[in-house]
C-alpha cells in the first residue's frame, strides 16, 4: 500500500466577512467543480482537527496506513440512529482489508488509551465515535469490539461531579448498538455493567437495554444473563496468545492472573527476549491491552456471585452445569463455594472441578434437580458449623464470605408482619449513609424537602425495600425507624401522595434469602455510618450523645456480624492463646494482669471493664496477617484483625 500524502495545516472553513474577497456565489462554484477532485481525498488525513490522533495513537500502530483509510471512513460517520448500509459496506470493505480480527484488537489499543481525551465528547469527534460504535456493532461483532463498546459505555456514564454522566448521549448510543446485535454475548456485557455499576442513572439506562434487549426472547433474563457471558477466547481454562516464536498463557489462579511464557518447543520460559523487533513490540502491547480487558471483566463477573442470593437464583443441575460450573471465568469465583441441591436435600463443595460434601466424598445430581447457592439463614446450627469446620480444617478460604456470613432469621410471627423495627433507633450521619448506600446499590440522593431515605428495586423479584429515617436536610445525623416491602419499584418516593401510598407487603412474600441479604446491607450502614462512631460529633446533642453511650456499653441486640467474629475468634483461642474470659452480647471480655476488659465485636471499641472508659488504640496487625498460624476463612474484614491485635495487647496490661 502507498503512504498517502499528508497536507499542511489549513483553516479548512474559513469564515465569511464582508472583506472577503470571493462571493458565497463563486465560493460554492468552486467548490462544486472540484467536488470530483476531492473525491479521492483522506478526510482523517486532510483534516488538521485530526492530527492529534493520528500522531499520538494511530502512528503507533502496526497498520496505520490501512487505519488512515479505515477513519477515513469513520470521520464520514452518517448521522441518524442507525447506520447506512453504504457506509457499513464500505467500512467492512477497508476493515477486511487489515482483518476483523486485527482490526478490532489495534481498535480496543487506540480506544482504552485516547478515550481520555475529552474531545471524543464534543463536535465531529462525537460523530466519528459514532462510527467507531458502530463498527463494533454491525461488523461481526465479538468478545473483543463488545469490550471496546463496554469501554465506551462506562466511560460516558462515568459520573462527573456536579454535572451528571460525562456524555448520555454516547452512553446510550453504545447501548442501543449493543442491543442491536442482538448476540447473546452482548446481552452478558449488559449485565456485567449492571452488575459493577452503582450509579443510578446508569443503572436505569441498562434496566431499559436489558428489558428491549429480551423482548425476543423466552428465556429468564437471569439465566439469559449467564449463557451470554462471554468466554474472552478461553479453552480449559486458559487463555493462549501468539508472539512471534513465543506464546503467552494466562490462566486465574486462586482468582488471581497467572501470566506462562512457553517458546516454540513448548518449553516454559521466565519472559520473553528483551530484543525484539518493532512489530513484536506493538503486538505485545495489543495483547497487554486485552489482558486488562480481561482482567476487568473477571474481576466485574465476581460482583455477580452476590446476586444469587439477593435475586434467590435457582437452577437446574444441567444449567448451573453448563452456564456456571464449566465457564471459564465463573469457575474460579465459586470454587471453595457451598451449593445447595434443594431437590436432594443436600449440600456439596465445589474444589478442583469436583463437587464434594462435608466428609469430602463425591456427590452426584440429576440433570434436573435444582441447585442454588448456600446460605446460613437456610441452614440450622449443626450444618453450619459442619461446613465451617471443613473450612478450617482444609484451609479453605472462601471468594465470598458464605459460610462465616452474617444471617438475619426472622420467626414466623414476624414474617406476617408488613413492616419490622429491627434496625429502628439508630442514629446514622447523612453523608456518610448517603454514600454507602448508593455504593451498595441503593438510592439515597439529597432532596431539600420531602420524604427521603434508603431504598432499593430488585428488579428480578419486582420489590422495593424501603429502610425509612426521620429525613431532615439540615441535620447531620438522621434517625432510623422500619423496614418494609412493596410491590413493583417504589423508589421514586418524591412523587408520592399522602392519600396514595404503595401498598406494603408481608414480609412473608420476601425471599429469606433476600431478606437476609438487604438486613445485613443495613447492618453495614449502622455499623459504618453509626454517629456513635464519632464521639465528638455525638456531643453536640444530649440525644446523639445517650444513643452513642448505649451502642458502646452493648444495649442493642446482638448483631449478626458480631455473632460470625465470635464465631472465628473461638476458634483462634487455642492458635494465638487468647486470654478470652468469656462473650457476652455483643462483647467479649478479656482478662489482663490487672484488669479486665471490654471489646465491641461489631465496632471493635474496646473501652476498661468496670469503667466503661472508651481506650483509644490503634494496634498494628501487619504483624498479625503475617503470622501462617492465622489463616482466617475470609478476606474482608479487617475489623476482625484489629480485635485479634487489641486482644494480643490488652491481656498483656
Not at 467548490?31 to 481525498?41: F, I, L, T, V, Y
Not at 447531620?476 to 406494603?504: C, M, V
Request: charged letters at 30%.
Amino acid at each position: 500500500m502507498e503512504p498517502h500524502p499528508i497536507k499542511t495545516s489549513q483553516n479548512l472553513h474559513p469564515e465569511f466577512t464582508q472583506e472577503t474577497d470571493v462571493s458565497f456565489i463563486d465560493f460554492k462554484k468552486e467548490k462544486e467543480n472540484n467536488k470530483d477532485k476531492n473525491a479521492d481525498r483522506n478526510v482523517f488525513l486532510s483534516d488538521v482537527n485530526w492530527e492529534w490522533f493520528k500522531v499520538k495513537y494511530v502512528d503507533e500502530l502496526n497498520s496505520k496506513d490501512n487505519w488512515y483509510d479505515i477513519m477515513h471512513v469513520i470521520c464520514q460517520c452518517p448521522k441518524g440512529k442507525e447506520p447506512s448500509s453504504a457506509w457499513l459496506s464500505q467500512l467492512r470493505a477497508e476493515i477486511e482489508k487489515l482483518g476483523t480480527e486485527k482490526c478490532f484488537n489495534e481498535l480496543q489499543v487506540l480506544v482504552s488509551e485516547s478515550l481520555k481525551e475529552e474531545s471524543w465528547f464534543f463536535g465531529t469527534y462525537t460523530q466519528a465515535l459514532r462510527g467507531i460504535i458502530w463498527s463494533c456493532a454491525y461488523i461481526d461483532p465479538n468478545d473483543v469490539s463488545l469490550s471496546i463498546l463496554k469501554t465506551i459505555a462506562e466511560y460516558a456514564y462515568t459520573k462527573v461531579r456536579g454535572s451528571g454522566p460525562r456524555s448520555a448521549a454516547v452512553g446510550n448510543l453504545v447501548l442501543n448498538a449493543l442491543v442491536a446485535t442482538q448476540k447473546e454475548e452482548a446481552f452478558g456485557v449488559l449485565n456485567i455493567m449492571k452488575d459493577k455499576t452503582k450509579y443510578n442513572s446508569f443503572a436505569i439506562a441498562l434496566d431499559k437495554s436489558i428489558d428491549k434487549f429480551k423482548e425476543n426472547s423466552t428465556i429468564p433474563e437471569q439465566l439469559l444473563a449467564d449463557r451470554a457471558i462471554p468466554v474472552l477466547g478461553f479453552k480449559e481454562g486458559k487463555r493462549i496468545f501468539g508472539i512471534g516464536d513465543y506464546k503467552l498463557i494466562i490462566t486465574f489462579q486462586k482468582r488471581k492472573l497467572v501470566k506462562k511464557y512457553e517458546d516454540k518447543e513448548g518449553c516454559e520460559v521466565k519472559k520473553m527476549p528483551m530484543e525484539q523487533s518493532e512489530e513484536l513490540a506493538k503486538t505485545l502491547k495489543e495483547i497487554t491491552e486485552e489482558i486488562k480487558k480481561i482482567n476487568s471483566v473477571f474481576s466485574d463477573l465476581g460482583k455477580r456471585i452476590k446476586t444469587y442470593w439477593l435475586y434467590d437464583r435457582v437452577w437446574s443441575f444441567s444449567d448451573w452445569d453448563k452456564y456456571i460450573k464449566s465457564h471459564d471465568l465463573i469457575y474460579p469465583h465459586i470454587e471453595g463455594l457451598v451449593w445447595t441441591n434443594k431437590t436432594q436435600q443436600s449440600d456439596f463443595i465445589v474444589l478442583g472441578n469436583q463437587l464434594l460434601d462435608a466428609d469430602g466424598k463425591p456427590t452426584a445430581s440429576n440433570p434436573e434437580d435444582e441447585i442454588c447457592l448456600w446460605h446460613p439463614v437456610m441452614n440450622d446450627e449443626g450444618n453450619i458449623s459442619k461446613w465451617q469446620n471443613y473450612l478450617w480444617e482444609n484451609n479453605i478460604v472462601q471468594s465470598q464470605r458464605q459460610v462465616f456470613r452474617e444471617s438475619y432469621p426472622f420467626s414466623n410471627t414476624e414474617l406476617e408482619l408488613l413492616r419490622t423495627p429491627r434496625f429502628a433507633h439508630h442514629f446514622l450521619e447523612v453523608q456518610k449513609l448517603m454514600a454507602l448506600a448508593n455504593k451498595t446499590g441503593w438510592i439515597f440522593t439529597y432532596m431539600h424537602i420531602g420524604w427521603n431515605w434508603p431504598r432499593i428495586y430488585l428488579k428480578p423479584l419486582n420489590i422495593t425495600a424501603h429502610l425509612t429515617c426521620d429525613y431532615d436536610h439540615s441535620s447531620y445525623a438522621i434517625p432510623t425507624k422500619e423496614l418494609y416491602f412493596t410491590q413493583g419499584n417504589s423508589t421514586k418516593i418524591e412523587t408520592w401522595e399522602i392519600d396514595r401510598l404503595p401498598e406494603k407487603i408481608k414480609l412473608s412474600e420476601v425471599p429469606l434469602v433476600t431478606l437476609s441479604e438487604l438486613c445485613r446491607d443495613i447492618d453495614l450502614f449502622i455499623a459504618t455510618t453509626s454517629i456513635a462512631n464519632n464521639v465528638e460529633l455525638s456531643k453536640r446533642r444530649q440525644q446523639y450523645d445517650n444513643y452513642r453511650l448505649e451502642y458502646e456499653k452493648g444495649l442493642f441486640s446482638e448483631d449478626a456480624n458480631a455473632k460470625v467474629r465470635k464465631q472465628i475468634i473461638e476458634k483462634l483461642i487455642p492458635v494465638l492463646k487468647l486470654n478470652i474470659e468469656k462473650f457476652e452480647g455483643n462483647f467479649l471480655i478479656i482478662k489482663g494482669k490487672t484488669n479486665n476488659y471490654k471489646i465491641n465485636l461489631n465496632s471493635g471499641f474496646a473501652q476498661a471493664g468496670e469503667t466503661h472508659k472508651h481506650l483509644n488504640l490503634i494496634p498494628d496487625v501487619k504483624k498479625l496477617k503475617s503470622d501462617k498460624k492465622v489463616r482466617l476463612p475470609i478476606e474482608d474484614d479487617e475489623t476482625l484483625y484489629i480485635i485479634l491485635a487489641k486482644i494480643l495487647y490488652l491481656q498483656t496490661l
